[in-house]
Structure formats: C-alpha cells, structure tokens
C-alpha cells in the first residue's frame, strides 16, 4: 500500500490506545480492547512489550522527549469524546448516526454497535479507507451492516455528497467526531468540511480537536521543538490552528455553538488525577463541544 505522510499519522493514537490497556483498569486514561487488535503485527508485538512496567514508562517517557505532556492529551481526548458521546446516547432521542471525520484506525465503531443500533459513517482518506477495510475484515470477519467506510480527500471532495452517496440523511441529528484532523487540513479544507456540516440537523453535536495557531504560526512552541521541527519544518504535515478565544466565532460562522471547550487543566483534574498518575498535558492541543442550532 502507497505510504502517504499524514495517513501514516493514523498509527501513533492506536498505539497509545492499545499500551494504555496494559495498565490496571483503575489507572487508565483510555479503555480500548479492540486497540491492539486493529494495529498491524509488528506494532502488536511492540504493544505486547509494554505488558512489562519498566517498559511501558520507559514509552511514555520517551513520547515526552517529541511533544511534552502529548500522551496525555491523546488519551485524554478519546476519555472527552467517550464521554460527550455517552451523555448523547444516554438520551434516546438526541442522536439518529455517528459520523466520524479522519476515522484513521479508530475502533469506536465496533464498540458502539455493542451497545447500539445506528449508522456510524467512517470518513477517511482512501488509502486510510482501504486500510481500515482490511483491518476489520482480519479482526472481526465481516465488518457490522450500520457501519459505512466513506473515501473522501478533505481538500478536494464535498462531505455532504460523499456521506450522501452511503446513505446518510441530512434529517440525521448526527454526532459528528473530528479527532486529531484539523490541523492536518489548510484552512480552506477546515472551513470547506464545516460547509458541508452546515447542513446538519438542529440537535446535531460535534467534538473536535484543534492545537493553537501560535504553534503553527511558530510564535510559541510550548517547549516541544522537536515537534515543531518535524511537522511544520521537515514535512509541512500541519497547517491549520485555532486560538482557544478564536473557537466560538470560528463555528458560528457555519450554525454551531460552543458548549464546553477542554485544555490540559481540565484534562489532568478530571482524567489523570483520579488515576494517582504524575503524568503533565501540553497546552498544544484543546478539545471543544458544540451543538448545532
């Protein structure tokens, strides 16, 4: 399979999911069984190393070396969006489909459809597409009927179209998930896929993730240079960020209200506490809620 840049981004959040399973349940950021299983072989066996202490520290401290505090995020981010999806499931009548934006190897699909019936859209970039086929074919046989594996460049293609053409209806109080894309995207491809969201039905939530424009802009690298060095200088693979002040403006233009935005602060008190880990986030990345009008 062609190697593209940013598709390859989509192992680095499943490793993490997966090496999190080998801590006690009570001292996870993330709960995830279908983590380890979704990743190719070798980085199953990498997982497996992990099952040892000394090793699993010895990972997440040398994560701390490319981007500071960026493992908690990651996991911490995936516990905001579990939680904000729960709150919305929780009501029967709140959401009618998922919808999942840059699905990369994200196993929530195949976790939802333990607990619920309703169509869950995975949109990715076909090479990503073609992987996550493949993956669920090996792990689960057949992958379940409400899931539809949508192929889409951000840039280039239009959402609603595409989610249209797999049977998605605009009537869908969706809960849509954006988890880690945006700042792959130029800003032309962020504000392109909220045109295509604009059509959401009133009801309709959505979770993303965006890091701070000063990062991108390089006036504060939030101690990680390394980081900024390998996605901004070396391979150009980020190019789009929000100031947390900027967020509600942002998606007002396109019908959407900001319900809770979620930094590092908030992310260590309700998720890393808890768990008696000493473990710092990075105020690189922020989480936001919003509900369509």
């Given amino acids: ?27 996870r950021l993330v709960d995830d069984d279908l983590a380890g299983l979704f990743l190719p072989a070798p980085l199953r066996w990498l997982v497996a190393a992990t099952r040892a202490a000394p090793i699993r520290r010895l990972m997440i401290r040398g994560s701390e070396f490319t981007g500071p505090g960026l493992w908690v995020n990651m996991a911490c981010r995936k516990r905001f969006i579990a939680d904000k999806l729960a709150e919305a499931l929780s009501d029967n009548q709140a959401i009618d489909a998922v919808v999942i934006l840059g699905a990369g190897l994200d196993t929530r699909p195949y976790r939802l459809t333990r607990r619920v019936r309703m169509p869950v859209f995975e949109v990715d970039l076909p090479v990503n597409i073609a992987r996550k ?29 595409s989610l249209a053409e797999h049977g998605y209806r605009t009537d869908y109080r969706a809960f849509f998930i954006c988890e880690g894309v945006t700042q792959y995207l130029t800003e032309d491809g962020v504000r392109r896929t909220l045109e295509g969201l604009r059509a959401a039905a009133p009801g309709s ?3 993303f993730t965006y890091v701070r424009r000063d990062f991108i802009d390089g006036t504060n690298l939030y101690g990680t240079r390394t980081l900024y060095r390998n996605v901004r200088e070396r ?4 190019h789009f960020g929000l100031q947390p002040d900027d967020v509600a403006a942002f ?21 890393v506490e808890p768990t008696g880990r000493k473990l710092p986030a990075s105020q690189l990345e922020w989480s936001v809620y919003a509900e369509k009008l």
């Fill in 1 to 27: 399979m062609a190697r593209n840049p940013v598709a390859q981004t989509a192992f680095g959040p499943m490793v993490l999911a997966a090496v999190e399973q080998n801590e006690l349940p009570g001292q």
């Fill in 133 to 161: 086929a493949k993956t669920v074919r090996r792990v689960l046989g057949e992958p379940p009927l409400s899931v539809r594996l949508v192929a889409l460049d951000f840039e280039r293609d239009d959402l609603l179209t």
């Fill in 205 to 207: 939530r959505f979770v």
């Fill in 235 to 238: 391979h150009q693979l980020w």
């Fill in 251 to 271: 998606i007002g233009e396109y019908g959407w209200r900001l319900v809770e935005q979620a930094g590092p602060d908030e992310f260590v008190q309700r998720y």
